[in-house]
């Protein structure tokens, strides 16, 4: 779980803006969220102000960038966890929360890429050394900009990756094992890929695999375009001619991993007159 995360606060009076709090590092200290320190100071409600907005990202080390109008993610490819950025948060003067603990929620930037299999047999069968291979060099380390527009009461915000580097670098999955009784049902491995979203991908890839020590391969069409917070599940059936892709199942912010603490939830009460 990640227990700090960066955040970036103005206040809004009359049109112009004035910093809160510049990147401040908040972090999960305890039993609660503390951001002061000898160089981050506690921050007040400022009573006059018609609005404040708040943008945040984590982890830390992951913000590269942070400011009212953007907020840069750096990420790769890799098989620990998700990067997060929190949805944009206007409070207005005069509404239920404006002066009151705040609470920022926050989504996934990466997307989870997973394999599971199904047997057509009715024998126990162990699969592994999975591997799954595209045929050419994808995004494996990028930025991911988002910009957010504050004109309308509730914000919205647009994203943008940029690649920075490419890999053609397999995949490779935890041994999977389908007892002889399971005949209908997919069984997942354990292991799964947190990936750039929204980038270019190839959709030529292999996949290679041993079924009970046989080495078994195949080429599958990958249609599928990444996005972040959805969670992929490519399912093959094995048989005696080979691996082959049934159906990707995708599921909208579905994956759990390296959730905030809380919840997903940054309460900062220490806001408040």
């Avoid at 094992?177 to 799964?192: F, G, K, Q, R, W």
């Amino acid at each position: 779980m990640y227990d700090n995360f960066k955040v970036f606060v103005v206040s809004e009076k009359d049109g112009a803006q004035t910093v809160a709090m510049d990147g401040y590092e908040v972090k999960f200290v305890t039993d609660d969220w503390s951001y002061v320190n000898d160089t981050q100071h506690l921050v007040y409600w400022n009573p006059n102000a018609d609005s404040y907005l708040f943008t945040a990202g984590a982890p830390i080390d992951a913000v590269t960038s942070i400011n009212a109008s953007s907020m840069t993610l750096s990420m790769k490819n890799n098989t620990t966890g998700s990067v997060m950025a929190a949805e944009p948060l206007k409070i207005m003067n005069g509404s239920a929360d404006f002066g009151k603990r705040v609470n920022l929620r926050f989504s996934y930037a990466h997307c989870r890429v997973c394999v599971a299999f199904k047997k057509e047999g009715t024998e126990d069968m162990t699969i592994s050394d999975i591997k799954l291979t595209p045929d050419a060099e994808i995004a494996s380390e990028a930025t991911l900009t988002y910009s957010y527009n504050w004109s309308t009461a509730t914000p919205t915000v647009t994203s943008q990756v940029s690649v920075s580097k490419t890999s053609k670098t397999d995949f490779a999955f935890a041994e999977v094992t389908i007892p002889a009784d399971n005949t209908t049902d997919a069984v997942l491995s354990e292991t799964y890929y947190y990936c750039v979203p929204d980038a270019t991908n190839t959709n030529q890839w292999q996949v290679s695999l041993k079924c009970n020590g046989e080495t078994k391969q195949a080429s599958f069409v990958n249609s599928e375009t990444w996005q972040s917070g959805k969670n992929y599940i490519y399912v093959f059936s094995i048989s005696e001619k080979g691996p082959k892709l049934i159906k990707v199942i995708s599921q909208d912010n579905f994956f759990d991993c390296n959730d905030i603490e809380s919840g997903g939830e940054f309460s900062g009460d220490n806001m408040t007159e």
